[in-house]
């Protein structure tokens, strides 16, 4: 299957710092891109929806100003976790969707873990 | 809206006993995809399964097995001998179509599922 790379894997930082996370196609045009958070013991909840090339749609409850959102290249997503704090400490994964093919499921990250101190 | 139930939470088995993980759904769509994910300590989310609306046919692939059952909204998942490498969390998602295979997931609660040996 197509491959998503995710980056970092894990990632410790300060409260107040910003934290970017990145969400790369590797072998396929990913027109659109989905952001999930999964705190712990608990399932995974979507967090935005990206189009390449145009603003990020965000779920109720999420605040866009604080998950940024860039979706500049048909190969890269990233998410900006800005003034981060204790309580977005969680697992960030993206899922891609090949923009080719209306028939194969989007494809998973391997996630990310922040945990913010 | 769309919900996903898997009313087990936690299930306990010993090693080659057969285990049915349970998944119930909701939607106001006539055409959607189901999925299964297993989703073992490490974090990422390893792609087990995927149906469409229309395909009732169950399935069997080695040791699982899925039991698609539109009648009830039930998509159950059958491990047969399980193995202590089958211990993760298992999470059933649903997503509308749209024409598109590759939408975003609203996933189940998730059910962690221990072989022991």
């Known amino acids: 299957g197509a491959v998503v790379s995710q980056h970092p894997s894990w990632v410790i930082c300060k409260s107040g710092t910003s934290v970017k996370i990145e969400c790369r196609s590797l072998?396929?045009?990913?027109?659109?891109m989905f952001w999930y958070r999964q705190f712990p013991k608990q399932s995974l909840m979507l967090m935005a929806t990206?189009?390449?090339?145009?603003?990020?749609?965000?779920e109720q409850g999420v605040e866009k100003d604080k998950f940024l959102i860039n979706h500049a290249s048909l190969t890269l997503s990233t998410l900006t976790v800005t003034s981060a704090h204790p309580e977005d400490s969680s697992f960030y994964i993206c899922?891609?969707?090949?923009?080719?093919?209306?028939?194969?499921?989007?494809?998973f990250g391997q996630g990310t873990r922040l945990t913010v101190v | 809206a769309q919900k996903v139930t898997q009313a087990q939470t936690e299930i306990s088995v010993v090693e080659k006993e057969d285990v049915t993980l349970d998944c119930v759904y909701e939607?106001?769509?006539?055409?959607?995809?189901l999925f299964w994910y297993k989703q073992p300590p490490s974090g990422e989310l390893v792609f087990l399964i995927r149906r469409n609306s229309f395909d009732e046919q169950n399935e069997i692939s080695g040791r699982y097995s899925w039991n698609f059952q539109k009648s009830t909204s039930s998509f159950n998942f059958t491990i047969t001998a399980s193995q202590v490498v089958d211990s993760a969390v298992y999470f059933c998602?649903?997503?509308?179509?749209?024409?598109?295979?590759?939408?975003?997931?609203?996933f189940g609660g998730g059910t962690r599922l221990m072989v022991k040996p």
């Open positions: 072998d396929f045009q990913a027109t659109t």
């Open positions: 899922s891609a969707r090949d923009g080719r093919e209306m028939n194969t499921e989007a494809f």
């Open positions: 939607t106001r769509d006539t055409t959607y995809y």
């Open positions: 990206s189009n390449e090339g145009s603003k990020a749609t965000y």
């Open positions: 998602a649903l997503s509308e179509s749209l024409n598109n295979a590759g939408n975003m997931l609203t």
